[in-house]
């Protein structure tokens, strides 16, 4: 009788979504995710922007044509997909599957509207929301930065609002305590670690 083994799946990969409102600190926590372990890989979008100058095709994007962008729409290439100012922006789902077939962990930095089109489309989808410890915490933050008027703050402010109430969709909650980004990246890791522990992605040999 032959028995059956088990191995602790510690490279098994899958695709972590994680959203926020503006200002709550989701491009630093991302970066520090990116930079503190080499198995998360950011997603790369595809859009049909213009390509800048210093931009590389396969790095800050996938660079497409409008046409070429649609085509692959019909296809059901993109897990997510919107417009924004007349340019289309998605991420496609090959590279991502790539990512997960190595056993790394696709990072996806989307909207809620995004986090639940990849979450359809793939139900094994992690999803984090980030947190602000307080809306006058994150009014705090927004009025910080300097760099927009009073009416697009309050606008911000608004859209939070309508954001926060995608919460219980989610997966898990992490909140982003003022001054303490580490706590929340930590976080993150232990939600990464835990769920490469999930029995369902667990294989016999």
């Not at 098994?12 to 970066?31: E, M, N, Q, R, Y």
């Not at 602000?132 to 915490?137: A, I, N, R, V, Y």
């Not at 008027?149 to 859209?159: S, T, V, W, Y």
């Not at 898990?172 to 706590?183: F, I």
């Amino acid at each position: 009788m032959t028995s059956q083994h088990f191995s602790m799946p510690s490279s098994t990969g899958f695709c972590l979504v994680l959203s926020a409102p503006s200002g709550t600190g989701k491009t630093t926590i991302s970066d520090s995710l990116l930079a503190s372990d080499a198995s998360i890989v950011r997603s790369i979008s595809m859009t049909t922007r213009p390509r800048r100058t210093h931009e590389e095709e396969g790095k800050d994007y996938y660079f497409a044509t409008p046409d070429r962008f649609k085509a692959l729409i019909e296809e059901g290439e993109f897990l997510e997909w919107a417009e924004v100012h007349d340019y289309l922006y998605g991420t496609p789902r090959s590279p991502i599957d790539c990512i997960i077939h190595k056993g790394q962990i696709a990072l996806m930095v989307v909207d809620v509207q995004g986090g639940h089109s990849v979450k359809s489309i793939s139900p094994e989808t992690v999803l984090v929301f980030l947190i602000p410890p307080s809306m006058d915490s994150l009014s705090n933050r927004l009025r910080q930065r300097r760099t927009e008027p009073e009416e697009m703050i309050q606008i911000r402010l608004k859209n939070a609002k309508v954001e926060m109430q995608h919460l219980p969709h989610y997966t898990y909650g992490v909140v982003n305590e003022d001054g303490k980004p580490q706590e929340a990246v930590d976080a993150i890791r232990a939600i990464i670690s835990a769920e490469r522990c999930r029995t369902s992605r667990w294989e016999a040999q």
